[in-house]
């Protein structure tokens, strides 16, 4: 299990460790990091990705802090890569325009692309739907259907069997409540469906993606 970054209330870090699970006691082990490492941030979100034989860890967004000039929090846009083999990161670069930087969204690989749900900027929610071809490295944006789960941030995303995504928990705009209902979006369409506690759906196969 590995961890990167953070934030205490006081400090934002990019330093990054890794837990050995099958150590007895279980012992945490700091990495040394290399290549174009990233800067710090907290609420940053990604997901793991295979390659040729090899296993990556794709990163997008998290706050870096806040802009006092500005009066507006900053947000990293960078799509990051960490090769576990060695141990390095690297920037996968772009011509297209990125999303606009959010902090606690979540990020799920599907058809070896990088898809980016929910989150905030410090002041406003959002609930579009983006995504990063890892091949073309380029980014696209679809819409979604109007039935969709409300304004979040921070909640659990877990990818299920026959390609569907289970959405459940974090909080919303309105004085920061805490969700606990879930939802679930089959990739067989662009709907989210609510079931009791729990939303599923789907990004359909025919998805306007890149071929």
Known sequence: MYIFGGWNNVTRFNDMYYL?????????????????????????????????????????????????????????QEVMAFDFEEMTWMVIPTDTAPPPGVEGHRCWIDRECLFVYGGHNGFTFFEDLHWFDLNEQTWHSGAVSEFRPPLRACFTLKTLDQGKILLVGGYGPKSLELMGEGYLQPKTSDTWNRYSDLYFGQVQDNFDMPT
């Open 20 to 76: 050995e699970l099958d150590r007895q006691p279980m012992r945490w082990i700091r990495v040394d990091q290399g290549g174009e490492i990233p800067g710090v941030r907290h609420d940053a979100s990604g997901a793991q990705f295979e390659k040729e034989g090899r296993r990556y860890w794709i990163m997008w967004g998290g706050a870096a802090g806040y802009n006092l000039i500005k009066n507006d929090f900053i947000h990293w």
